[in-house]
């Protein structure tokens, strides 16, 4: 069978009497496809699209082009045909696909991509309101990547992924890419990956890292988007983009995974409205200290170091509930203010810090929680805390220190007094 994109063809029949496209060639030849845009490691074909005044008299015997296996011929009448009807195309049109020599008629198929791929969506989310949306993504590791892959699931499709890392066979059982990626910078294969679930989606990469000397670059980034994710490991990167982002006053959520992912959190930081990524360092700096294991340099500084874990073989498993309450909340970030069936989760989502536990990890203070059970009482592993933390009024980023020195010495004083 042949897969024709009814955007794709309507764009070439409308600019060219004979236009040249690639087919990816799957399952060994059963389907060649149009519709494949992030397509590393897939096969592909030569093919091309033409006109003729009658598909039923004309014989597909002589190659147009050297190098054509493909050959599709459309009906002059589909010129005049309802072009807002894209089944009638499969209609006015036939396919040929050269094999051994010989041009063998196969089956034809036009689909809409875009008028399909988020039909389904229709009453749950308001995909038009989410298509505008700017997610920047910091870090595209086992973090970042889920993140991305579940809010082009989601209807997102405006993207910029930060990442200078480069995809290595230990980081595959992690990571959403697969072996075909490696040698590859993250960035350009989870793009590729974004636009294989939705190819009018726009993902902008930047092989960068995230540190001083690209915050010129960053913060321009961070004023264009409509919320940023941070799933970077290094605590330094941390603390410029929470300062970039209370500066700018844009809304980040912090997220990574505790050691040897036992756990994880979630730090959303609604500037000057909430406490940011500094107060939260002051306030639990053992928490924070906790968390850096975002990504696979500090997966085997930190995780495996401290204590020999012969396997992991759970640790994707372990990081998926986290990145999905990622993409939940960016979700609700990007559509606040909107009438939809989300709106019941606002007061259920109010809290700053969301932490979740994997297991009662050894050496940890979840180690002597009460084991899940049939019982709804106190802590247990494997489900969602809200942790309400107040910001710190003399935070260097998003308070007033000298104010706040102020007062103290005026309390001093007074308590003197
Ligand atoms: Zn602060």
Redesign the pocket.
Known sequence: MIILDYDKVAHCLKTSAYVTTPFYSLDNGDVYSMIIAGSAGVPFLQGALAFCDDIQKYECHKMPMADERIHIIFNHDVIESDKNNFETISDLCRGWVLKNGKWILDDVKCISVQRQLLSRFGGIIETDIIAGKKVLIMGVGSFGSDIALGLVKSGVTYFILIDDDRFDIPNIMRHICGLSQVGRYKTKAIADIILDKNSSATVTTFEKRVNRQNSELLRDLIRSADIVVCAIDDRDGKVLT?RLC?EENKTCIFTGAFRRAYGGQILRVHPHQS?????FLKSLPEQAANQEISNDRQAKAISYSDRPVPVEPGLANDITPITQMVCKLVIQELLKDKNTTLRSLDEDLAAPLYLWFNRRETGSDQENWEPLEFNCDGMHILRWYGVAID??PA?????DFLKELARQQGHKTSNKE
């Open positions: 929470n209370v406490l940011c990524y500094q107060c910001a710190d935070c260097p980023v998003c308070g």
